[in-house]
């Protein structure tokens, strides 16, 4: 069955079997890109997992409401994104909390860490968690997801412009960062 003729409304569930198979079968094709994508933005692997989790869970709850099956893709990168935004804040104000009792941060160095990345992989990896949140989002959804710039529009809720500049300034400060790193 193709996800666009589903019908949410059909028996089987509280939406439908064809929701429910549907949402399955979006999963099943796309939750690694997301995860990926939550990786790159988060730098972690089971934080990232449950943002794209709760992001599919938030479809299958909203199903009966989609009026444009089209757009399911691009709601669940929006979605993602947004999981993500929300993790980094509540992450940086544990951060805060654990600085103001003197506790330590997560250990990037640790065996775990660097088994997950690949050596060539993490000092990129690492300059582009530090970059702000917005060019980090433009990096990720055009070159690891290789999105045209009218669908990272979309995805994050901004006009073509902003994503031009926010990925030429992404792009200067990465090359800025390695570079420092290579000194």
Do not use: K
Not at 119 to 138: D, F, K, N, W
Not at 157 to 173: D, W
Request: glycine share 8%.
């Amino acid at each position: 069955m193709d996800i666009v003729d589903a019908d949410p409304r059909a028996p089987g569930g509280p939406l439908g079997a064809d929701a429910t198979e549907s949402v399955a079968a979006l999963y099943r094709a796309h939750a690694v890109g997301l995860i990926r994508l939550a990786i790159i933005m988060l730098g972690d692997r089971t934080a990232a997992e449950d943002v794209v989790q709760e992001a599919f869970l938030g479809l299958y709850r909203n199903w009966g409401e989609l009026s444009d099956p089209a757009r399911v893709l691009p709601y669940l990168r929006s979605a993602v994104l947004n999981g993500c935004r929300s993790a980094r804040r509540r992450e940086a104000r544990r951060d805060r909390r654990e600085r103001a009792h003197g506790w330590a941060g997560p250990d990037w160095n640790s065996a775990e860490y660097h088994v997950l990345l690949a050596e060539e992989h993490r000092a990129t990896l690492a300059a582009i968690r530090r970059l702000p949140g917005r060019q980090r989002e433009v990096l990720a959804l055009r070159f690891y997801l290789d999105m045209p710039e009218d669908q990272v529009a979309v995805a994050m809720g901004i006009s073509r412009g902003t994503v031009r500049s926010a990925t030429s300034r992404a792009l200067a400060a990465l090359a800025r960062m390695l570079r420092e790193g290579d000194q």
